[in-house]
């Protein structure tokens, strides 16, 4: 056994240092013919162990972000012929010296109250997610056709965090001809043992995993679409690029989504699909040293999905609510909610600005109205964030054809290109409804029950939600509301301040004070047409 000490490294705490390694021998296949474990032991003692992850030739390395401050010891286990097993050293963690929240609080869990996110101190964390399907091959680092930006993928990535997006949700694309970019001449596909192809990892896919962590992004990032699996191999395969991912990527303050619409859509194979990216989801959960969030980006159907829920693995709720495709009722929410309360719940996918809607009635552009009632609607029945979304940009769509094929035809009939879907009014509204929700203690709201609760927007009411002692209230007026809501079990005679917030501008108006008759109060009727949210908070 070496026990060579390996010279010291220092990192700030959050943020991962790399450790090298090299193989006194080599492998027939260095992937995976051999498993290579630093296991770190922090001040407190915990442990976290990371696997290192082959970069080439004998070359292995370890990436490993600190969660406490102080000296964090480490020792390798190895097989003894590579002449690394038992090497030791350390990494000193020191104080974040930056103002990203990501390195200030920590990585994001679940919070102690299940139906929310907190970062790893507690201080709680909203979701606000954007949706780039072809980030990893097809965004553009170093072009762009925008004015007003030199690189597509840097500019995008820069804006979002600009405009208070917490989440960059992603897809590596692995099916769709893109295996030869992650592994060397495709992979098991075509009849050779998996290794990854280092080169595209280093030169591209590293610096883009980088960039969405430096700007304080956390990356919840699926490996592929649901058809992947298919086939001998294709299990195996995936769980494969699962442990590459883990090993490399680990270390960044990471999700993990498994791959697009898990289920698939066709009946014969759905339960094929949903075992088999299970697999994926369990070897994910048996290499991550840090207990990264996991989930699964979930098919589009009604009720919502609910395959995986009662399973340990899965943190938490990934919905589908769809482009029109459905009607998106606050009904869906509350039932769904209702029936699975023990886990956050984010809406993960529902009309993409721009997109061309799916309606029975005939498609249409979405609009920011659209997909802001959706928002609004999954917020105020408990959801724990939203996921934005704009047509041009998950497709990537760089120039608009002349002639759009018919596939590209169902979701973007309009032709709209990144360029102009990454200025959307949608994503700059989507800004204020985060600082709206944190301005208001979203942390501390829960939707307000009545009687008829599951049918809120349906009959035209706004939906509420209130602290525990009802001291702060907020509701959500949508643009069709026209019935009235009383708030039962208030101070008898209370008297509370109002204000009006208008989620198209981000800004405020005073309103009318409001007073209880005996324990109740009844909502006001909003200033004007279109929708709105209203603030009522106790006076003293």
Known sequence: MDTTLNQDAVAEIWRPVVLTF??????????????????????SGRVIRREAYWDGDRTYRVSFAPTELGAWNYGIEAPEQTGLNGRVGSVEAVPYTGDLDLYRHGFIRVADNPHLFAYSDGTPFFWLGDTHWEFAYRESWDKSNHPGMTSQFRGMVDLRAK???????????????????????????????????????RQELDRRMAYVADAGLVNALGQAWAFSIRGDHGVEHQKHLARYLVARYGAYPMVWTLAGEVAGYGKEDRAALIDGWREVAL?????DGYGHLATAHYTNERPFADYYQDEAWMDFTLNQ????????????????????????????????????????????????????????ICMQAGGAGYTYGAQGIWDNVWESPEELDPFMAIFNRF????????????AVQMGY??????????????????????????????????????????AYFGDTVRRKLAIEGVPTGAAYASRWFNPRTGAYRDGENVSAVTDSITLPDKPEVGDWLLVLELKA
């Open 433 to 474: 409804m985060r600082s709206f929700y944190e301005e208001n203690h979203f942390w501390e709201l829960a939707p307000y029950e009545t009687t008829d609760a599951g049918n809120l927007f349906a009959n035209k009411a706004p939906l509420a939600t209130a602290n525990r002692d009802l001291s702060r209230i907020v």
């Open 283 to 287: 070897e994910i959960e048996a290499r």
């Open 163 to 201: 405009q208070g997006f917490t989440v960059y949700q992603t897809n590596l694309r692995s099916d769709m001809g893109a295996d030869g970019r992650y592994w060397i001449d495709g992979g098991m596909p075509k009849g050779a043992e998996d290794l990854p192809n280092v080169a595209f990892y």
């Open 415 to 426: 032709g709209i290109t990144w360029a102009q879907a990454v200025g959307g009014e949608g």
């Open 22 to 43: 090299e193989s006194a021998c080599s492998f027939d296949n260095p992937f995976l013919d051999v498993e290579i474990w630093a296991e770190f032991v922090g001040p």
């Open 321 to 376: 609510a769809g482009h029109g495709d459905y009607l998106i009722k606050a009904s869906d929410y509350f039932d769904y909610l209702a029936a699975h309360d023990d886990k956050p719940f984010v809406e993960g996918e529902a009309l993409y600005e721009f997109c061309s809607t799916l309606e029975e009635m005939g498609t249409r552009l979405c609009t920011a109205d659209m997909l802001r009632r959706v928002a609004y």
